[in-house]
């Protein structure tokens, strides 16, 4: 967590934009989440609207690719709590299609079953309007997929596990989900998808690159 109130008192003024960027690309570098808090929207304690700066400040945090962000004061004592987290997701969710696609993979990618992952991410990047669907046990699966930052597909992650569901919640571009998991593979997916369908979430004829803890494949629905 980039918390830049605290941060603000330990060093130069200056240099906190520049300790920010530096720690989030260390996060990259390990594959591990990385959120940024604390005054983002904070003029909007006492007022409806952002400042521009607070939006250019959200805004250079998405181009920076940050799984999440954390309002404080602007939800725990502001008078729009609801209207904060609504600019907040107004903003991430219009500078996320003007990201570039040219993400460098974390350098923590040893082994055959992070090196296919990594290759369904690069499939569904070739795949524009395709999702990611994955299932997990503990957040492996999903926590290494958004790591390398698909550049268009959102990540469905299904975990039996109600504390692995919340932790997956601050990831970058995924949306988890609570399922029983069969004991039989095709089962479990064939749930997914019926959820999926129920929420809305896949239409008939959207592609899925499908990611089980054995195989990868990809899938046009309906």
């Known amino acids: 967590m980039v918390a830049r109130g605290d941060l603000g008192i330990e060093c130069p003024l200056e240099e906190l934009p520049v300790i920010q960027r530096r720690a989030v690309k260390t996060c990259f570098h390990h594959g591990r989440p990385v959120i940024i808090a604390t005054h983002m929207l904070e003029s909007m304690i006492g007022s409806p609207m952002p400042t521009r700066a607070e939006i250019t400040d959200v805004a250079n945090a998405v181009y920076e690719r940050a799984d999440c962000f954390m ?5 725990a004592v502001g008078r729009y709590p ?4 609504a600019v907040l997701d107004k903003i991430t969710r219009r500078i996320e299609r003007e ?3 040219d993400f460098v993979p974390p350098a923590h990618l040893q082994g055959d079953k992070l090196r296919l992952l990594q290759s ?5 990047n070739q795949l524009q309007g395709s999702a990611l669907l994955t299932f997990t046990r503990q957040g492996f ?61 896949i ?20």
Request: hydrophobic share 40%; no cysteine.
């Open 71 to 75: 309002l404080s004061g602007e939800t």
């Open 82 to 85: 609801f209207e904060g987290v």
């Open 99 to 101: 990201t570039p696609a």
């Open 120 to 124: 369904a991410v690069q499939f569904a």
């Open 141 to 201: 699966m999903a926590t290494n997929l958004a790591a390398m930052r698909p550049a268009f597909a959102p990540i469905f992650a299904f975990t039996h596990s109600v504390e692995t569901l919340r932790q997956l919640r601050l990831l970058r571009a995924t949306e988890p989900f609570l399922i029983s998991l069969a004991s039989e593979p095709n089962e479990t997916i064939e749930r997914a998808i019926a959820i999926l369908r129920r929420d809305g979430r």
């Open 203 to 222: 239409q008939p004829g959207d592609r899925m690159v499908i990611r089980t803890p054995t195989r990868s494949y990809t899938s046009n629905y309906g």
